[in-house]
């Protein structure tokens, strides 16, 4: 089911000839194919015609030819332009850098450059830990990126990654005050991926990998891990597992269930799957069930299994079930899926434990939709937008980051991203809690700096820190 949104946007730029009724003539029009007008602008007016711009939320591309083709027909009325906004916000890219002092005078520039700067070259030589004090270090991010797993969209590569990439580092800013770059690299070989990373790390206090499929992100991580001494996080799969957890401490608020009495289900074991049963197992889960295409996972499985899913079913299922994701499902309290659209059917769910929770991750189709949802579960959350209860990453990693670059920490254990699971939850005050609000909004400036906080102290508590 399509929604519409503004990441399709469009404005078209009409002449229309000046007389009564056309502009009820166009919106009629519009209405009718039921598009989403959002603005309409007096462009200029000349005897006879005037010109307008009329702003409209579709729902895809197709949608649009639709309503252009619509005005098309309508007397008296031409088509000018029609411009995508979305394209005209990605013109010449999101981001920029910029400097924090002017360069305006001869001393100025002997202080930033030439000859002043080769002092501070000489005291960071002398003591190398000063270039955390004396440079961008320690406010800086690596956003890194092959392109072989970006959302939604799979393995483009990492040109058509970057525009992805882009926004990830207008986030960083935006909610944690981290100049992050992007860094699309041009292989998707494990070793060469690993040995750029470790050379280029220098400059930046953090390494943030993004959209590198599984399994090679699991060993790319591990070994950055122990071979730098900045931290080094996979987005796609703590910050969404933290970002979960959080939600579900929440909903079991409202069900009233303990967390080590649940049932969960999982689709999807990938680089997410994987991470949210690893952090709901510390969290104090006894129960998960994964299912990948083949179905549940068991000890001793052999089709399709790999190392990872080999360490997801020698800890989880402990009943050893077999079967598809349909015989999971019954008497789960929780469904979580991370693997693609409509791979479950609504009616499934009336299978499920009363007060039903549901987690339907997959973007920008989710599992199963909301409305078919309804019926059988309490609790629906999704990773879109236009819907509520939105499990969105930018609620985790600005404020991871912001707190482990604060403390100089070694690496992201898992104390930080417990940590950071619960400030987010607590930011939902138990009197606010509902079934449609279980997550706070990624517009709540208090959530980064909240998760900055409780990711600091767990930080210097677990001895990752290493400032004094």
């Known amino acids: ?50 010109i307008r ?34 394209f005209l916000l990605h ?32 005291a960071i030589a002398r003591n190398p830990d000063d270039v955390y004090r004396l440079t961008m270090k320690k406010n800086s991010v690596a956003i890194v990126t092959d392109g072989s797993a970006v959302l939604g969209l799979g393995n483009i590569g ?33 070793e060469e991926i690993i040995r750029t990373i470790q050379l280029i790390s220098t400059p930046f206090g953090g390494i943030n990998l993004e959209d590198i499929s599984a399994p090679r992100c699991f060993e790319i991580e591990e070994r950055l891990r122990d071979l730098l001494d900045i931290p080094v996080f996979h987005d796609d799969q703590h910050g969404t597992a933290v970002v979960v957890l959080a939600a579900l401490i929440n909903d079991l608020k409202i069900v009233q269930k303990p967390l080590h009495e649940i049932k969960v289900v999982v689709s999807g074991i990938g680089a997410a799957g994987t991470a949210c049963i690893k952090m709901m197992l510390s969290s104090g889960v006894k129960k998960i069930i994964a299912c990948d295409r083949e179905g549940m996972l068991y000890t001793g499985r052999k089709k399709n299994m790999d190392r990872q899913k080999v360490w997801v079913a020698e800890h989880s299922n402990p009943e050893r079930e077999a079967g598809d994701l349909s015989k999971a499902l019954k008497g789960a309290d929780v469904f979580l899926g991370l693997s693609g659209p409509d791979v ?32 059988y ?26 707190g482990a670059l604060d403390c100089r920490a070694k690496r992201i254990n898992e104390e930080m991203k417990l940590a950071a699971a619960r400030a987010i939850a607590s930011l939902v005050l138990e009197d606010q809690l509902t079934e449609d609000y279980i997550i706070p909004s ?24 290493q400032r004094k």
């Open 1 to 50: 089911m399509n929604q519409l949104s503004p990441s399709f946007s469009l404005t078209f730029r009409l002449q229309i000839h000046n007389k009564p009724g056309m502009l009820g003539k166009i919106t009629s029009a519009i209405g009718e194919l039921k598009g989403d007008i959002g603005a309409i602008d007096l462009v200029s007016a000349h005897p006879g015609h005037l």
């Open 53 to 86: 711009d009329i702003t409209v939320n579709v729902q895809n591309s197709e949608h649009g030819d639709q309503i252009i083709a619509q005005l098309k027909t309508i007397e008296g009325v031409t088509v000018l332009n029609v411009s995508d906004q979305t």
């Open 91 to 122: 013109l010449g890219g999101k981001i920029e850098v910029v400097c924090k002092s002017p360069l305006k005078t001869r001393d100025d520039l002997s202080r930033a450059y030439t000859p002043g700067v080769g002092r501070i070259c000489e």
């Open 158 to 190: 990492p040109r058509a990654a970057l525009p992805v990439m882009e926004g990830k580092a207008m986030l960083f800013k935006e909610f944690g005050a981290i100049n992050a770059f992007p860094i699309c690299l041009e292989s998707q070989d494990t």
């Open 344 to 375: 479950m059917r609504a009616e499934w769910l009336k299978t499920m434990a009363s007060d039903a929770i549901v987690f339907a991750l997959a973007n920008p189709v989710p599992e199963v939709m909301p409305e078919e949802a309804a019926p």
């Open 377 to 402: 579960v309490r609790i629906m959350a999704t990773g879109r937008s236009d819907y509520s209860n939105q499990i969105n990453n930018v609620l985790c990693f600005p404020g991871i980051f912001r």
């Open 442 to 465: 990624i517009f709540n400036r208090s959530v980064g700096e909240t998760v900055a906080r409780e990711v600091l102290k767990a930080a210097v508590a677990s001895e990752v820190s």
